[in-house]
């Protein structure tokens, strides 16, 4: 039901755009996160946006970098990363939340397929 798409090898410094699209049910109403997971290494928030777009939060690590956005009209939740550096390089899943308003994977019901970035030094 959600379908992340966008990933690719991209040189340090420079920018990709993930798209999240939703397909089977309306995701407009829900919290929308952006996650990541590198090999050997647990699953991690990158960010998350509200239903109405108006509230967004961000991981340390990415804050000034990646900006999380969402088209409700197209049922798609975008994460915008530029500045890209080699300690991005993961697979990035999307998830949607019905309730749980944080940064924990446990709190997200559903989940995309997942999309690599890698980034070269």
């Known amino acids: 039901q959600l379908q992340a798409s966008g990933g690719g090898l991209v040189q340090a410094g420079g920018s990709l755009r993930l798209s999240c699209a939703a397909s089977?049910?309306?995701?407009?109403?829900?919290?929308m996160g952006w996650f990541r997971q590198a090999p050997g290494k647990e699953r991690e928030f990158v960010a998350s946006i509200n239903w109405s777009g108006g509230s967004t939060y961000y991981a340390d690590s990415v804050k000034g970098r990646f900006t999380v956005s969402k088209n409700n009209a197209k049922n798609t939740v975008y994460l915008q990363m530029n500045g890209l550096k080699p300690e991005d390089t993961a697979v990035y899943y999307c998830?949607?939340?019905?309730?749980?308003?944080?940064?924990?994977?446990?709190?997200?019901?559903?989940w995309g397929q997942g999309t690599q970035v890698t980034v070269s030094s």
């Open positions: 998830a949607a939340s019905e309730f749980f308003r944080g940064s924990s994977s446990h709190g997200y019901k559903y």
């Open positions: 089977g049910r309306t995701f407009s109403s829900y919290f």
